[in-house]
């Protein structure tokens, strides 16, 4: 038992991850969150940091990408409505 208490010990963050995924499922909790947070806690301070970085970018640029993508979509279809209408 001291063998496998080790190994796990030991375990790359990809493997303690699917571990705590396996446990939280076995409890009746959702096994993505216990995933997620082990993975997260095997990360390195730095990595933890451009995480959060990455994150918050997402979350500021998010509302500005779908903006653009409505903007998009309404010079293409007044582009269309003024094709359509010089055709007849």
Do not use: C, E, H, Q
Not at 72 to 81: F, Q
Request: aromatic content about 4%.
């Amino acid at each position: 038992m001291n063998k496998l208490a080790d190994a796990i010990a030991n375990a790359s963050p990809g493997i303690k991850a699917a571990l705590k995924g396996i446990s939280a499922a076995l409890k009746g909790k959702n096994p993505l969150w216990g995933a997620i947070k082990a993975a997260v806690f095997g990360l390195s301070f730095k990595t933890k940091i451009i995480l959060v970085l990455v994150v918050a970018l997402a979350l500021l640029l998010g509302p500005v990408l779908l903006v653009v993508l409505l903007l998009a979509l309404i010079v293409d279809g007044v582009v269309a409505a003024v094709r359509a209408a010089g055709r007849s």
